[in-house]
């Protein structure tokens, strides 16, 4: 049986950045995240490949049609909170609160509430943010996809594989990133502006090897990395290409991968794991 990976995708749209003073106003002719969206489901179609699409509440709620229509073509849907506010700057009834609100809506949206989590920008934390993981395990949460190896935005030190969160109110499966490891400390070869940045044999090298000692790959995109010329936000140099990365379209090199290696959703990457 080959090893199997999963491909997330962070349905957001150009302006979700982080730490902003609010959220930017933008008008409907402006958005782009559906066409994207669209794009990606093709991509997947052409490769009969699945994938575990991570939404934010306020998107799902602003475009109706689309968790429908990722769940209608086989995807998993899972939740990125609602308003994309870091989870380190949310109260746990805050936090609580947004998990609620999207599990609702996708719920009434696809008919399944979903099971898996991601925090926007790799916000959750051990250290900073304890009380969050038995809060989404109460919330009927069964993983999470949000503690990255790396430094500034998780931890270096973390595990490169699945492992098992213990809460008071049972366990969660969590499920890290892609990075490569090298002397020099970890590189974030999985997604983001690295996916597109580093040499497209140094991922699949990383992949391979992550398969070869029986352990997942998760890659991670975002709509816009597959609309390259698509609008950005107005950002200081070193923080738009955090957000945005080089100009390139991200589509290439996820159908090179998705032909090489086999994928899966989250979801049942984590019934595997979790019954081993």
């Known amino acids: ?9 962070d349905v957001e749209d150009w302006y979700h950045v982080c730490g902003l003073p609010g959220e930017p106003v933008v008008s409907a002719e402006a958005e782009r995240v559906v066409p994207a969206v669209g794009r990606l489901l093709a991509l997947l179609a052409g490769r009969g490949s699945r994938a575990t699409f991570f939404l934010l509440g306020s998107v799902a709620q602003r475009h109706p049609d689309l968790a429908p229509a990722i769940a209608a073509a086989g995807h998993e849907i899972a939740s990125h909170g609602w308003s994309h506010r870091l989870v380190t700057e949310l109260s746990p ?3 609580r609160t947004e998990l609620r609100r999207t599990g609702e809506l996708l719920e009434r949206q696809t008919g399944r ?9 790799w916000s959750l934390c051990r250290r900073r943010t ?10 009927g949460y069964r993983y999470d996809s949000s503690l990255s190896p790396l430094p500034f935005v998780g931890d270096r030190r973390g595990p490169r594989g699945p492992f098992r969160i213990d809460t008071p109110a049972g366990h969660l499966v969590e499920v890290p990133p892609l990075v490569t490891r090298t002397p020099l400390g970890n590189l974030p070869t999985g997604g983001g502006w690295g996916f597109r940045f580093f040499p497209l044999g140094l991922i699949g090298a990383t992949m391979a090897g992550l398969n070869r000692r029986g352990m997942p790959a998760v890659l991670y995109v975002h709509p816009r990395e597959v609309d390259p010329e698509g609008p950005r936000l ?7 290409f955090v957000a945005y990365g080089p100009r390139s ?21 984590v019934d595997r794991w979790d019954t081993v």
């Open 1 to 9: 049986m080959p090893a199997l990976n999963a491909l997330t995708i």
């Open 93 to 95: 009834e805050e936090f």
């Open 113 to 121: 509430r979903p099971v898996g989590f991601r925090a926007p920008q």
């Open 130 to 139: 304890p009380w969050a993981f038995p809060i989404l395990r109460d919330e």
């Open 234 to 240: 107005a950002l200081p140099p070193l923080r738009s």
């Open 249 to 269: 379209d991200a589509a290439p090199r996820l159908d090179a991968l998705l032909e090489r290696f086999a994928f899966t959703t989250l979801d049942q990457l």
